[in-house]
């Protein structure tokens, strides 16, 4: 059974950092790529990051770049996303994405989704 749990989220001050994290229970992670999508109240899902099998090829949504960085390590079978410089529109749900295809920005073409985890950015 695939499993990915995504932790780190939490509450803080706009400005600052969180760092998130994703478990993947994937027997061939390293063939995977994988994505962080986040969910907002009343808005649809929107792409973040994705990040090839090798890490070769890394995609940000414009609204990210230059604060967040996506990173994995295959060994640990965890994929990471740094977030610095944090504004209140960061406020979202943030699920972590597995597919074998090469990374995309389109979510239904994701195989596996984790639960989500809360992130708020107070102003």
């Known amino acids: 059974q695939v499993q990915l749990v995504e932790s780190g989220g939490g509450l803080v001050q706009a400005g600052g950092s969180l760092r998130l994290s994703c478990a993947a229970s994937?027997?061939?992670?390293?063939?995977?790529?994988m994505g962080w999508f986040r969910q907002a109240p009343g808005k649809e899902r929107e792409f973040v990051a994705a990040i090839s099998w090798s890490g070769g090829i890394i995609n940000y949504a414009d609204s990210v770049k230059g604060r967040f960085t996506i990173s994995r390590d295959n060994a640990k079978k965890m994929v990471y996303l740094q977030m610095n410089s944090l504004k209140p529109e960061d406020t979202a749900v943030y699920y972590c994405a597995a597919d074998l295809r090469p990374p995309t920005v389109v979510d239904r073409l994701y195989a596996y989704w984790g639960q989500g985890t809360q992130v708020t950015v107070s102003s």
């Open positions: 994937l027997r061939t992670f390293s063939s995977y790529s």
